[in-house]
């Protein structure tokens, strides 16, 4: 008895899991729950009326004077003017045509209300999610697994499908409840007797394979993120794999991963369908077995043929209510995991999603690093300590050290991607950890691996905008001040050209000028070069290094980081980083 309160206390859990996500959309109004439970209402009693028009329609086809007498049957006769048997057969037979061609519709609808209920749900939830990834912190972000997060996307179908079945299933035990009050009306003890035998074997079939259904459904929800952990491994690898011959080593770990997820997969398709041919079978029984046991309650096979026929039909309607009731119930426990993780990353704390434009916070004097402190974690050394540095505006700074020794820590810092655990950084006396976005509009950052998307040239000088609000004379002018220009004019589609996935259609030295070229189309005031020309030869690393120091004084504040003191030379100031500290050097 404890086993079976426990599995409808976890029953109950998920469905107020599902509550609370599904009213996290704040569009969801109360018009939709009411036309929701109008069609469910009408659309069940349509399918009771199918039932009633069909017992009424075999009786008065087996015996015409079975309803005379009856209050309403007589109205009917006098009001339609029917005078014979085929005349009434012929109004009977129509109204069971419209009944059924009504049922059809608003069956049709009530299905089209779902998918639209649950196509608004996965766009909203999806949207909350992806939110909750972008707007986060970005130390916080990569604190985490990625492959974690990214599963979300793998998990939200799951969900869906896990709303959709519920909502059907609120349907269904709808119609199942006025169609067994229907037939109770027509024969009491046969529909009470059989729908006992039905629901128990559903019970019995849920009590044997829930724990199973909810353990598979645990390892597919982790073994997605290893799966797509692999596969990103794969392709972010693929050159270290192909020129060491790991392909069979990450076939091995694709197929193991792969394994136990269709595996789990497959099980739980197989429990929800279990049931349907075991139930199929005793309910085609049933018919024999109550024509058998009923046969001598009647006087003739014309008296007992209508509830053949209406418990034929019911059963046709009631097989795939309960299969459906079964498979849905079935589907949430196999949502519960995915359910419960999505509902937990959208409740975590993260940045207010901002969507007013921000105007960029004014820069005309100095960067002012005071006191600074960081370390990434409480219990982890610290990676910079008590550094006070002046940047004026329209400098040229150099930042040279080791690798390791914090340098990118302290571009990171000043771009305000990371907060100081100790100090602050001010901008013309503000504080960036208060205004970040503010400052964010104002810097750019070119790093040694540039972030290329599969768009054209001028959509990844113009990185963020779309298509139709990019300004082509501002993408050319940026373009050829990063001296990118000539190159781009050679193609044959021009700014229009595709680049390829990373950037691949382009060398490395390309791929830096189009970064410093999507610095100079945002106005940034601040750019930092984060070892921007370490992959390059020495020709192209002098050529890119004459277009940096060439840009204006006036407009753009330099900061070039290197581990090679001779890229540096032209800088105004030079500043080492060295055991957590920072030595000026020039």
Not at 134 to 141: E, M, R, S, V
Not at 186 to 208: E, Q
Not at 522 to 550: M, P, W
Request: charged share 20%; with cysteine.
């Amino acid at each position: 008895m404890d086993k079976i309160f426990d599995k409808l206390t976890s029953l109950s859990s998920f469905y107020k899991t599902l509550y609370k996500l599904a009213f996290l959309i704040s569009g969801l109004r109360k018009l939709y729950i009411i036309v929701f439970f109008l069609f469910l209402f009408f659309s069940a009693f349509f399918e009771i009326s199918l039932l009633a028009f069909l017992y009424v329609l075999i009786k008065a086809f087996m015996d015409p004077s079975y309803y005379s007498g009856n209050f309403f049957f007589d109205f009917f006769l006098n009001f339609f003017n029917v005078d014979s048997n085929n005349q009434l057969i012929l109004y009977f037979s129509f109204f069971f045509i419209l009944t059924c061609i009504i049922s059809g519709f608003f069956r049709l609808f009530f299905y089209y209300l779902i998918s639209r209920f649950v196509y608004f749900f996965g766009k909203n939830i999806t949207s909350m999610c992806y939110q909750k990834m972008i707007f986060q912190d970005y130390k916080n972000l990569f604190s985490k697994n990625t492959n974690d997060i990214l599963s979300i996307f793998q998990k939200m179908p799951i969900v869906n499908n896990s709303v959709f079945n519920t909502l059907l299933m609120i349907y269904n035990f709808v119609t199942f409840i006025f169609i067994f009050l229907i037939l109770t009306y027509i024969n009491f003890k046969v529909t009470i007797a059989a729908t006992f035998f039905f629901l128990v074997i559903y019970f019995i079939v849920i009590l044997m394979f829930k724990k199973k259904m909810f353990s598979n459904a645990t390892k597919v929800s982790n073994e997605q993120a290893t799966n797509l952990k692999i596969v990103r491994e794969t392709f972010n690898g693929f050159r270290d794999i192909l020129i060491n011959n790991y392909q069979n080593f990450y076939n091995k770990l694709f197929i193991k991963s792969y394994s136990i997820l269709i595996k789990g997969t497959e099980e739980n398709r197989f429990f929800y369908s279990a049931p349907r041919p075991i139930i199929e079978t005793f309910l085609l029984a049933s018919i024999g077995i109550i024509i058998s046991f009923n046969a001598g309650s009647y006087s003739s096979l014309e008296k007992l043929l209508p509830i053949i026929a209406v418990i034929a039909v019911a059963s046709q309607r009631i097989l795939p209510i309960l299969n459906q009731l079964y498979a849905g119930h079935m589907s949430n426990v196999d949502a519960t995991p995915a359910t419960t993780f999505i509902l937990n990353f959208i409740n975590k704390p993260a940045t207010p999603n901002k969507q007013k434009k921000i105007k960029p916070l004014k820069f005309k004097n100095k960067i002012s690093i005071k006191n600074l402190t960081f370390s990434y974690s409480s219990n982890e050394l610290k990676v910079l300590k008590n550094i006070n540095l002046e940047i004026p505006a329209g400098s040229r700074v150099g930042i040279i050290g080791k690798s390791g020794s914090g340098k990118s820590t302290l571009a990171d810092l000043i771009l305000g991607l990371l907060n100081p655990t100790q100090g602050t950084i001010l901008v013309d006396g503000k504080s960036i950890s208060k205004v970040k976005h503010a400052w964010f509009s104002n810097v750019a950052s070119v790093p040694q691996n540039i972030f290329m998307t599969d768009q054209s040239i001028a959509e990844n000088i113009a990185f963020g905008k779309e298509k139709n609000k990019i300004k082509l004379a501002e993408v050319k002018e940026a373009a050829e001040k990063a001296q990118i220009s000539q190159f781009i004019e050679q193609k044959d589609n021009k700014y229009n050209s595709l680049i390829g996935e990373k950037g691949f259609k382009m060398s490395t030295g390309q791929r830096q000028r189009i970064a410093i070229a999507r610095a100079l189309y945002k106005k940034s005031k601040l750019i930092i070069f984060d070892e921007a020309t370490s992959s390059l030869d020495s020709n192209s690393e002098k050529n890119i290094l004459n277009t940096i120091f060439g840009l204006s004084r006036k407009k753009y504040t330099l900061i070039l980081i290197s581990h090679k003191l001779s890229n540096l030379k032209n800088c105004d100031s030079i500043f080492k980083v060295q055991n957590s500290k920072i030595i000026k050097t020039k």
